[in-house]
C-alpha cells in the first residue's frame, strides 16, 4: 500500500516562501505522475503542480512555485515563493499511475492521497 505523507506547512506573511515535501513510500516518485492539489474551506480541491518527466503548473501559481522530486529520497517537494492570501489551503499531495485514463490535472485520476498539510498566509 502506498503512503504519502506531507510536511512543510505553516503560517507566513504574503510575499513569504514555504517549501512542502511529500515523503512516498515504496519507489513510486520515478514511476508515477506526482501532483500537489490544495483546497480552501468551501472550496473544491484544485490542481497546483504535477510532475513526470517534466512539471506542469496551473496558471495561477506557475512563476511563483516549483515542483521537483528527488527519486532517492522519494520524495516530492513544493517549493513556494511569493506567497499570496489566496494560497491559503490544505495542500494534498498525491500519486497516480502514469497508464490511467485521464489528465494530471484532474483530480479523479490520482489512485494515492496524502493526509494534507496547512498552509496559511496572512496579509
Known amino acids: 500500500q502506498v503512503q504519502l505523507v506531507e510536511s512543510g506547512g505553516g503560517l507566513v506573511q504574503a510575499g513569504g516562501s514555504l517549501r512542502l515535501s511529500c515523503a512516498a513510500s515504496?519507489?513510486?516518485?520515478?514511476?508515477?505522475?506526482m501532483g500537489w492539489f490544495r483546497q480552501a474551506p468551501g472550496k473544491e480541491r484544485e490542481f497546483v503542480a504535477a510532475?513526470?518527466?517534466?512539471?506542469y503548473y496551473a496558471d495561477s501559481v506557475r512563476g511563483r512555485f516549483t515542483i521537483s522530486s528527488d527519486n532517492a529520497k522519494n520524495t516530492v517537494y513544493l517549493q513556494m515563493n511569493g506567497l499570496k492570501p489566496e494560497d491559503t489551503a490544505v495542500y494534498y499531495c498525491?500519486?497516480?499511475?502514469?497508464?490511467?485514463?485521464?489528465?494530471?490535472?484532474?483530480?479523479?485520476?490520482?489512485?494515492?492521497w496524502g493526509q494534507g498539510t496547512q498552509v496559511t498566509v496572512s496579509s
Open positions: 498525491a500519486a497516480r499511475s502514469p497508464n490511467s485514463g485521464g489528465t494530471y490535472y484532474t483530480r479523479s485520476g490520482y489512485d494515492y
Open positions: 515504496g519507489r513510486i516518485v520515478s514511476s508515477y505522475i
Open positions: 510532475i513526470y518527466w517534466r512539471t
